[in-house]
């Protein structure tokens, strides 16, 4: 299992561990982690706009070097995945984006959109699968109880990201019950915990992250796992004092399981 | 100068968002986790983009507030996509000269030890030009 | 010698604003062949009609070409004129000069010059024209109704009534449909089982009336006036004429945690169950699934308190053959499924539930014995929210872009019953227009709001987040223009309506069509709403599309109207415009046979003569019969040896009419 793969600027500074981790996890399951050799920040959110072009280079260019080494191409920061994987979509939708960056990059192979993008967690479930992932955990998590948190970037749009029921999730549980602890559900765990405007205005990331937190808390669990720095950071450094919980990266917990940590 | 129903037209073409699609319903406003941090809402984007009323969008705090978390793209009944619209107000007064939300003078006073870098790039990417 | 007239209508200023028919009737003129042209105000009137019988005899016409609107709207009426005049009816043609000219075009010059190609077009191909004559078949005086709601049960009776026999197949173990679950109707609160059980029984008890439930038509072939259809009967392994309906069985069944289908799985029933008390028939049926001596061989307690002696552990399922000669679809409908909304919380709360639940926790049959509880910890709910469209109108690919028409009227009796039995509980309703077209209709939703204080939000929620065992609704208020929280104890979600799945199965084995959203097709949207394309089925109820009660009723009878006036004929005169396979051309390469979506091309073998020693063959060829061929065309399309054609389209008028267009 061979994957092209595309930390992220954040997975190189601030967020070591959730890179190290993964990549541990990995080799621990058989998964064969290629770092794109030359890969740009993906500008951490995605440019809707029909006539943002420049934005969405770097995102292609790691998009075709995944093509021409002929892997899918994996990703494990939320926003990342989010970006990459709509300019994608674009790429292969809409002709006068295609058209406007091809024309720009000028690459000796036109790119429409061909590499398939997988987040870490499609490629557990999807390539490596959970029953297969629960025999080769030799540190079961047992008695945790561990809410999923999947935020925005995961999950939506559904009609483009395709990665799971956006509405009622069930990856990062499955993950969870995989590593032998008990998943917990609250209604917060695809709600915006405001991070990208925690520059702009704390006070509105603060309440946000906290009613996340304290959704999660309510239902009883013991911390929350999630698959974005951003989302770490605002969970962690804006929730009310009163509501805190560990927010871990799921890596590292599944490191954990593995035996590997 | 551009007259503002000139500005509505390339804020449609822009957002590739048909305000004629809506039906009213309000369901975007709400589900919106920053409702409350707005003077305009979602479904009055919607509203008055399609009437050409851009003047007093580009006044409102509501583009900076957004926090682009699509809740209103997924739910909407109709595939308005309202999140797009504001995110092309936006770009409509940020693209102008001199009208940068972030600058970077002002960012260090800004950052923590733990803030990822993500936070940083993200708000440039949405705040300046 | 061809003696042809020419008559172009005015349709008032319909055509002839935009087409100058005085022009085209001269060009018309001047058409060889053509005897006699002429332009009149309104062809189709009483007057009109006499002018074209008084041409026809005075000129002796040999064959008409009336210039006007599509023959869809007016081909029957001058086919009766000119027989009227002693012509053969097939020796008219109609060149459409509205619909496919003057309605397109705005220029008169253009319009005229089109008029003028469209009315040479129809001339050439009415040379060709033969005198054609409609055959006979003979109808089959019963009819089947499939499904047995309201809609069925309806039809069956107001056919039976007339006299004539009725099946109704349904695939429950019981009759009655939805509206068996339903606790009162809109918009005079009557008890819905009260009105409804009635026509059950009498259904029941009807002796032209006979009812296969349990049961599934799986094939129909013939046409209209002889259809005839394998109705699956499915093992219920109970025998139906003894059993009592006792229901002892069903008390001692140890098997009891099984979902409760008539309660929409709010609470349980045995293995061996009757639907409800008022079920017909009231007959048991054991769930093979749940059944312990089904599924291991052992128990057989229901075998031995049965004292009828009814229990059948090795019923087998049962095939039986009927003939008919009308088919009524009234397969009905079901709320769609609720598990791509869960910005609701439907699957993370039970105290989040759909319009038909709350129906059925408001019913005195129903699991709280009509005491409205909430499903999770059985309290009082002392706050409801009612969220309305809830997969209507929607452009997404999660919902149905229709309307379902019936759940602002449900929400609004729901909320009303509501506030009537306990005052001490607020209702809010979630709505985005309150829609109430129907007789006494909009006065009831006045009066929930005016008398019964139930409070009308004009927004959506766009979250229900489930905390502390209560249900936090997240909403736009848009007249107030504020996000609304509200405290609730339980959702209330009007889930939209969907055609039964069975539908799209049903079509394809009657041949009827079905639109994108899986109802049924209508022959005419306006002027034939009861009848499906496919003559001899015919649509009642939420099958052709969302309907209420009332509503269905009467479409229902509606039907049952048409499929008396089909019944009472005892010969069908058939289309002659059908495919006729040339058999000396035919080589027997089965491709019409493969491509009619009728049914109507079979093949036989055929004793030929040829020149020879040998002097005769035989040979497979393609045999049509009339009655079912409804002259679609394609097998003449696909018969790679021009031995198939269609009388009154045959390649040679159609390739005339070609040649005028393009001369």
Same mark, same amino acid.
């Given at each position: 299992?061979?994957?092209?793969?595309?930390?992220?600027?954040?997975?190189?500074?601030?967020?070591?561990?959730?890179? &190290?981790?993964?990549?541990?996890?990995?080799?621990?399951?058989?998964?064969?982690?290629? @770092?794109?050799?030359?890969?740009?920040?993906?500008?951490?959110?995605?440019?809707? $706009? =029909?006539?943002?072009?420049?934005?969405?280079?770097?995102?292609?260019?790691?998009?075709?070097?995944?093509?021409?080494?002929?892997?899918?191409? &994996?990703?494990?920061?939320?926003?990342?995945?989010?970006?990459?994987?709509?300019?994608?979509?674009?790429?292969?939708?809409?002709?006068?984006?295609?058209?406007?960056?091809?024309?720009?990059?000028?690459?000796?192979?036109?790119?429409?959109?061909?590499?398939?993008?997988?987040?870490?967690?499609?490629?557990?479930?999807?390539?490596?699968?959970?029953?297969?992932?629960?025999?080769?955990?030799?540190?079961?998590?047992?008695?945790?109880?561990?809410?999923?948190?999947?935020?925005?970037?995961?999950?939506?749009?559904?009609?483009?990201?395709?990665?799971?029921?956006?509405?009622?999730?069930?990856? &990062?549980?499955?993950?969870?019950?995989?590593?032998?602890?008990?998943?917990?559900?609250?209604?917060?765990?695809?709600?915006?915990?405001?991070?990208?405007?925690?520059? @702009?205005?704390?006070?509105? $990331?603060?309440?946000?992250?906290?009613?996340?937190?304290?959704?999660?808390?309510?239902?009883?669990?013991?911390?929350?796992?999630?698959?974005?720095?951003?989302? /770490?950071?605002?969970?962690?450094?804006?929730?009310?004092?009163?509501?805190?919980?560990?927010?871990?990266?799921?890596?590292?917990?599944?490191?954990?399981?593995?035996?590997?940590? | 100068?551009?007259?503002?129903?000139?500005?509505?037209?390339?804020?449609?073409?822009?957002?590739?968002?048909?305000?004629?699609?809506?039906?009213?319903?309000?369901?975007?406003?709400?589900?919106?986790?920053?409702?409350?941090?707005?003077?305009?809402?979602?479904?009055?984007?919607?509203?008055?983009?399609?009437?050409?009323?851009?003047?007093?969008?580009?006044?409102?705090?509501?583009?900076?507030?957004?926090?682009?978390?699509?809740?209103?793209?997924?739910?909407?009944?109709?595939?308005?996509?309202?999140?797009?619209?504001?995110?092309?107000?936006?770009?409509?007064?940020?693209?102008?000269?001199?009208?940068?939300?972030?600058?970077?003078?002002?960012?260090?006073?800004?950052?923590?030890?733990?803030?990822?870098?993500?936070?940083?790039?993200?708000?440039?990417?949405?705040?300046?030009? | 010698?061809?003696?042809?007239?020419?008559?172009?209508?005015?349709?008032?200023?319909?055509?002839?604003?935009? *087409?100058?028919?005085?022009?085209?009737?001269?060009?018309?003129?001047?058409?060889?062949?053509?005897?006699?042209?002429?332009?009149?105000?309104?062809?189709?009137?009483?007057?009109?009609?006499?002018?074209?019988?008084?041409?026809?005899?005075?000129?002796?016409?040999?064959?008409?070409?009336?210039?006007?609107?599509?023959?869809?709207?007016?081909?029957?009426?001058?086919?009766?004129?000119?027989?009227?005049?002693?012509?053969?009816?097939? /020796?008219?043609?109609?060149?459409?000069?509205?619909?496919?000219?003057?309605?397109?075009?705005?220029?008169?010059?253009?319009?005229?010059?089109?008029?003028?190609?469209?009315?040479?077009?129809?001339?050439?191909?009415?040379?060709?024209?033969?005198?054609?004559?409609?055959?006979?078949?003979?109808?089959?005086?019963?009819?089947?109704?499939?499904?047995?709601?309201?809609?069925?049960?309806?039809?069956?009776?107001?056919?039976?009534?007339?006299?004539?026999?009725?099946?109704?197949?349904?695939?429950?173990?019981?009759?009655?449909?939805? /509206?068996?679950?339903?606790?009162?109707?809109?918009?005079?609160?009557?008890?819905?089982?009260?009105?409804?059980?009635?026509?059950?029984?009498?259904?029941?008890?009807?002796?032209?009336?006979?009812?296969?439930?349990?049961?599934?038509?799986?094939?129909?072939?013939?046409? *209209?006036?002889?259809?005839?259809?394998?109705?699956?009967?499915?093992?219920?392994?109970?025998?139906?004429?003894?059993?009592?309906?006792?229901?002892?069985?069903?008390?001692?069944?140890?098997?009891?945690?099984?979902?409760?289908?008539?309660?929409?799985?709010?609470?349980?029933?045995?293995?061996?169950?009757?639907?409800?008390?008022?079920?017909?028939?009231?007959?048991?049926?054991?769930?093979?699934?749940?059944?312990?001596?089904?599924?291991?061989?052992?128990?057989?307690?229901?075998?031995?308190?049965?004292?009828?002696?009814?229990?059948?552990?090795?019923?087998?399922?049962?095939?039986?053959?009927?003939?008919?000669?009308?088919?009524?679809?009234?397969?009905?409908?079901?709320?769609?499924?609720?598990?791509?909304?869960?910005?609701?919380?439907?699957?993370?709360?039970?105290?989040?539930?759909?319009?038909?639940?709350?129906?059925?926790?408001?019913?005195?049959?129903?699991?709280?014995?009509?005491?409205?509880?909430?499903?999770?910890?059985?309290?009082?709910?002392?706050?409801?929210?009612?969220?309305?469209?809830?997969?209507?109108?929607?452009?997404?690919?999660?919902? =149905?872009?229709?309307?379902?028409?019936?759940?602002? &009227?449900?929400?609004?009796?729901?909320?009303?019953?509501?506030?009537?039995?306990?005052?001490?509980?607020?209702?809010?309703?979630?709505?985005?227009?309150?829609?109430?077209?129907?007789?006494?209709?909009?006065?009831?939703?006045?009066?929930?709001?005016?008398?019964?204080?139930?409070?009308?939000?004009?927004? /959506?929620?766009?979250?229900?987040?489930?905390?502390?065992?209560?249900?936090?609704?997240?909403?736009?208020?848009?007249?107030?223009? @504020?996000?609304?929280?509200?405290?609730?104890?339980?959702?209330?979600?009007?889930?939209?309506?969907?055609?039964?799945?069975?539908?799209?199965?049903?079509?394809?084995?009657?041949?009827?069509?079905?639109?994108?959203?899986?109802?049924?097709?209508?022959?005419?949207?306006?002027?034939?709403?009861? @009848?499906?394309?496919?003559?001899?089925?015919?649509?009642?109820?939420?099958?052709?599309?969302?309907?209420?009660?009332?509503?269905?009723?009467?479409? $229902? +009878?509606?039907?049952? $109207?048409?499929?008396?006036?089909?019944?009472?004929?005892?010969?069908?005169?058939?289309?002659?415009?059908?495919?006729?396979?040339?058999?000396?051309?035919? +080589?027997?390469?089965?491709?019409?046979?493969?491509?009619?979506?009728?049914?109507?091309?079979?093949?036989?073998?055929?004793?030929?003569?040829?020149?020879?020693?040998?002097?005769?063959?035989?040979?497979?060829?393609?045999?049509?019969?009339?009655?079912?061929?409804?002259?679609?065309?394609?097998?003449?399309?696909?018969?790679?040896?021009?031995?198939?054609?269609?009388?009154?389209?045959?390649?040679?008028?159609?390739?005339?009419?070609?040649?005028?267009?393009?001369?």
């Amino acid at each position: 299992m061979t994957f092209s793969y595309y930390p992220g600027c954040t997975l190189k500074t601030k967020a070591k561990d959730l890179d &190290m981790y993964a990549r541990r996890s990995a080799q621990a399951l058989g998964i064969d982690m290629q @770092e794109l050799a030359e890969w740009q920040c993906c500008g951490a959110v995605y440019p809707q $706009a =029909k006539d943002e072009i420049a934005t969405k280079l770097s995102s292609v260019r790691a998009l075709m070097s995944a093509r021409d080494a002929g892997h899918d191409l &994996m990703t494990l920061c939320s926003a990342c995945h989010h970006v990459i994987k709509r300019v994608n979509n674009d790429m292969a939708t809409d002709t006068d984006i295609r058209m406007k960056v091809n024309n720009y990059i000028k690459p000796e192979l036109e790119y429409s959109g061909e590499t398939k993008v997988v987040h870490y967690l499609e490629v557990l479930r999807d390539y490596v699968g959970f029953d297969e992932l629960a025999k080769k955990v030799v540190n079961p998590l047992k008695g945790k109880k561990i809410a999923a948190y999947y935020g925005c970037l995961l999950l939506r749009p559904g009609s483009v990201m395709q990665f799971d029921d956006a509405e009622n999730p069930s990856i &990062m549980e499955d993950l969870i019950k995989a590593m032998g602890a008990t998943p917990v559900l609250y209604a917060n765990r695809n709600e915006c915990c405001g991070g990208y405007v925690t520059l @702009e205005n704390r006070p509105t $990331a603060q309440r946000r992250a906290t009613s996340v937190v304290s959704s999660a808390k309510a239902a009883g669990a013991d911390c929350i796992i999630t698959a974005c720095p951003l989302c /770490m950071y605002n969970l962690d450094a804006n929730c009310d004092e009163s509501q805190k919980l560990p927010i871990i990266y799921f890596t590292e917990l599944l490191a954990e399981a593995l035996g590997v940590k | 100068m551009q007259t503002e129903k000139e500005m509505a037209n390339d804020i449609i073409r822009r957002s590739g968002v048909n305000p004629l699609k809506c039906m009213k319903c309000g369901k975007c406003s709400g589900t919106c986790p920053a409702y409350e941090d707005m003077d305009y809402h979602p479904h009055q984007f919607v509203s008055m983009v399609q009437k050409g009323r851009i003047n007093e969008l580009l006044q409102s705090k509501s583009i900076w507030t957004c926090l682009s978390c699509f809740a209103c793209i997924e739910r909407c009944p109709r595939s308005v996509e309202p999140a797009k619209i504001i995110e092309a107000v936006r770009l409509e007064l940020i693209r102008r000269q001199g009208c940068n939300h972030l600058k970077s003078d002002a960012i260090p006073e800004l950052l923590d030890d733990k803030l990822p870098q993500q936070a940083i790039v993200s708000a440039f990417r949405k705040y300046s030009k | 010698m061809h003696r042809i007239g020419v008559f172009v209508c005015w349709c008032g200023t319909n055509i002839a604003a935009t *087409v100058d028919v005085k022009a085209v009737a001269e060009a018309a003129r001047k058409e060889p062949g053509v005897v006699f042209a002429t332009d009149y105000q309104y062809m189709c009137s009483e007057a009109g009609q006499a002018l074209i019988r008084q041409a026809i005899k005075d000129n002796a016409l040999t064959g008409v070409v009336i210039c006007s609107c599509s023959p869809r709207m007016h081909e029957a009426t001058f086919r009766k004129t000119v027989q009227a005049a002693g012509l053969n009816p097939y /020796m008219l043609e109609i060149a459409n000069i509205r619909e496919q000219c003057s309605w397109i075009h705005k220029d008169i010059k253009e319009g005229t010059e089109k008029a003028i190609i469209l009315a040479r077009t129809a001339i050439a191909k009415v040379m060709l024209n033969k005198p054609l004559t409609a055959g006979e078949s003979a109808v089959t005086k019963r009819a089947l109704v499939i499904g047995g709601g309201i809609a069925g049960i309806q039809s069956a009776l107001d056919i039976a009534e007339a006299g004539y026999e009725v099946d109704i197949v349904e695939k429950q173990p019981t009759i009655g449909g939805k /509206m068996t679950q339903i606790d009162k109707t809109f918009p005079t609160l009557d008890c819905a089982a009260c009105i409804l059980t009635p026509k059950m029984v009498d259904a029941a008890q009807n002796e032209k009336i006979k009812i296969f439930s349990y049961s599934q038509v799986e094939e129909v072939k013939g046409f *209209v006036g002889s259809f005839k259809a394998k109705i699956r009967k499915k093992a219920r392994f109970v025998d139906e004429n003894l059993c009592t309906g006792c229901g002892d069985c069903t008390s001692k069944c140890p098997s009891k945690k099984n979902k409760n289908e008539f309660n929409l799985g709010l609470d349980n029933r045995p293995a061996i169950y009757i639907p409800f008390a008022q079920a017909v028939p009231k007959v048991a049926v054991i769930d093979a699934e749940a059944c312990i001596k089904k599924k291991t061989g052992k128990c057989g307690l229901c075998e031995k308190v049965c004292s009828a002696g009814a229990i059948k552990y090795d019923q087998q399922d049962e095939i039986i053959e009927r003939e008919y000669g009308a088919i009524v679809v009234a397969t009905g409908f079901n709320p769609i499924k609720l598990d791509k909304y869960d910005e609701y919380a439907y699957s993370q709360s039970p105290d989040v539930v759909t319009s038909l639940e709350l129906e059925r926790l408001m019913n005195a049959a129903g699991p709280t014995q009509g005491t409205l509880l909430r499903p999770s910890d059985g309290t009082h709910p002392h706050t409801i929210v009612f969220i309305q469209c809830v997969g209507s109108r929607c452009d997404d690919a999660r919902g =149905k872009s229709y309307c379902s028409k019936i759940c602002c &009227m449900y929400t609004a009796k729901h909320a009303m019953l509501i506030r009537e039995k306990y005052p001490d509980t607020d209702v809010h309703v979630f709505y985005i227009d309150v829609r109430t077209p129907g007789k006494n209709f909009d006065e009831f939703y006045r009066r929930a709001v005016e008398q019964y204080g139930v409070d009308y939000i004009k927004g /959506m929620v766009g979250k229900v987040i489930p905390h502390d065992g209560k249900l936090l609704v997240q909403g736009s208020d848009l007249i107030s223009n @504020e996000q609304v929280k509200i405290d609730a104890d339980m959702v209330v979600l009007a889930a939209a309506i969907e055609p039964d799945p069975t539908a799209r199965s049903v079509a394809t084995m009657l041949t009827a069509s079905i639109d994108t959203n899986d109802f049924f097709t209508e022959a005419h949207p306006k002027l034939r709403p009861v @009848e499906s394309p496919t003559a001899g089925v015919f649509l009642s109820g939420v099958c052709q599309g969302p309907k209420d009660i009332p509503e269905t009723v009467a479409q $229902a +009878s509606a039907c049952a $109207a048409k499929v008396i006036g089909l019944l009472a004929k005892d010969k069908l005169l058939s289309n002659p415009c059908v495919a006729r396979a040339d058999e000396s051309l035919c +080589s027997g390469c089965s491709v019409c046979q493969n491509v009619c979506p009728y049914g109507a091309i079979t093949y036989e073998d055929r004793e030929f003569r040829i020149p020879g020693p040998k002097r005769s063959e035989i040979r497979r060829v393609a045999q049509v019969n009339e009655a079912v061929c409804q002259g679609c065309g394609a097998c003449t399309v696909a018969c790679p040896s021009g031995a198939m054609d269609l009388k009154g389209f045959s390649t040679k008028q159609i390739m005339a009419e070609v040649d005028a267009i393009c001369r």
